[in-house]
Antibody
Framework: QVQLQESGPGLVKASETLSLTCTVSGGSISSYYWTWIRQPPGKGLEWIGDIIHSGSTNYNPSLKSRVTISVDTSKNQFSLKLSSVTAADTAVYYC????????????WGQGTLVTGSS | EIVLTQSPGTLSLSPGERATLSCRASQSVSSRYLAWYQQKPGQAPRLLIYGASSRATGIPDRFSGSGSGTDFTLTISRLEPEDFAVYYCQQYAGSPSMYTFGQGTKLEIK
């Protein structure tokens, strides 16, 4: 059973960079795409971007200028960096596995709340 | 960007009843790339349906998906107490690669 676990600071100061890591267990990070999705409190879901084990990425155009997703296959981890954080970036951040062939998300982490402090 | 609009925003039903949730796209979506998720408070979303009509592993057969083009439906044939949650539809479109979710339908106990 694949499991994902997000980790990182729960509070990020305005204008600084949000950094989160997702650790994948129960399976190899290779051969799959991996993604970050966020959900502001009480609101809906927003796709941030995805990455495959080779390091190739796709980003949400609305966030592209501020987002970097990277992968470390030796640690079975992938990471998210979001620069120039504001209060509008306050959300629960989820990592998930993307099934590329049919473009859906089948395994999710429990999520971690990150607050952008003004 | 394709916008998904879900209706109704809130659906109030009783256990044992049939639930019909709608997801309408602002332009045609490939059925291959339409999925549905269930989310309970404090939990991550859970995949229910992919490819518009295929149930994910372990999902009871009271959940079914249908539709094509711009109109998609999630049906729960007989509601169980554990089915009361928020439901999201999700689609993928390329050029540029982009995933979007509907705003959600809250299914609440009447």
């Amino acid at each position: 059973q694949v499991q994902l676990q997000e980790s990182g600071p729960g509070l990020v100061k305005a204008s600084e960079t949000l950094s989160l890591t997702c650790t994948v267990s129960g399976g190899s990070i290779s051969s799959y795409y991996w993604t970050w999705i966020r959900q502001p409190p009480g609101k809906g879901l927003e796709w941030i971007g995805d990455i495959i084990h080779s390091g190739s990425t796709n980003y949400n155009p609305s966030l592209k200028s501020r987002v970097t997703i990277s992968v470390d296959t030796s640690k079975n981890q992938f990471s998210l960096k979001l620069s120039s954080v504001t209060a509008a970036d306050t959300a629960v951040y989820y990592c998930a596995r993307l099934r590329w062939e049919l473009r859906f998300f089948d395994y999710w982490g429990q999520g971690t709340l990150v607050t952008g402090s003004s | 960007e394709i916008v998904l609009t879900q209706s109704p925003g809130t659906l109030s039903l009783s256990p044992g009843e049939r639930a019909t949730l709608s997801c309408r796209a602002s332009q045609s979506v490939s059925s291959r790339y339409l999925a549905w998720y269930q989310q309970k408070p404090g939990q991550a979303p859970r995949l229910l349906i992919y490819g518009a009509s295929s149930r994910a592993t372990g999902i009871p057969d009271r959940f079914s998906g249908s539709g094509s083009g711009t109109d998609f439906t999630l049906t729960i044939s007989r509601l169980e107490p554990e089915d009361f949650a928020v439901y999201y539809c999700q689609q993928y479109a390329g050029s540029p690669s982009m995933y979007t979710f509907g705003q959600g339908t809250k299914l609440e106990i009447k």
